[in-house]
């Protein structure tokens, strides 16, 4: 159902993605990453190391490293996948959020909530995006008004 393929986002060492390999209709399963799970305050260790980048929050008090193909699904504002976290199973649980075609790239927000479109920290214009925010904190922007883009990084939250 996926594979993992070069991706033409970003510019990074690997450019790596998740491509769906046949359609997958909205709502389907796409994929179940186990978790390995740490204490936050051993992130300080991880953060040393190219890890970093790969890593989700697991609740309050944890991060998480993805097996499988979680780690390597890229960002979207404009995501065709959406992530569940499985606290019983232990796993991130992976749905397609609108139907995908096959060679399409999974895509996933980072924010976690498919149209939250607040800056992530490894988006050349981060900085821009803060002060955008910053000043429309009053709800009056609308989203549309903030570029929509897809990046190239392993890595969420």
């Known amino acids: 159902m996926i594979e993992v393929k070069q991706s033409k986002l970003g510019d990074g060492e690997f450019n790596r993605g998740v491509f769906a390999t046949v359609d997958i209709p909205k709502g389907q399963l796409i994929h179940q990453a186990p978790v390995v799970p740490y204490p936050n305050e051993d992130h300080e260790h991880v953060e040393k190391t190219i890890l970093e980048d790969y890593v989700f929050e697991y609740g309050a008090n944890h991060t998480a490293i993805l097996l499988g193909y979680g780690s390597l699904i890229n960002h979207s504002y404009e995501p065709n996948a959406t992530y569940d976290i499985n606290f ?8 397609a959020y609108t139907d995908i075609k096959a060679g399409e790239e999974v895509l996933i927000n980072y924010n976690g909530e498919e ?4 800056p992530l920290w490894f988006l050349d214009d981060y900085e821009e995006r803060m002060r955008e925010l910053n000043e429309t904190s009053d709800g009056e922007e609308d989203a549309d008004d903030i570029e929509s883009d897809s990046q190239d990084t392993d890595s969420s939250k």
Do not use: A, G, Q
């Not at 149209?115 to 607040?118: L, S, T, W």
């Open 115 to 118: 149209d939250n479109m607040d």
């Open 88 to 95: 019983e199973n232990h796993t991130f649980d992976f749905y």
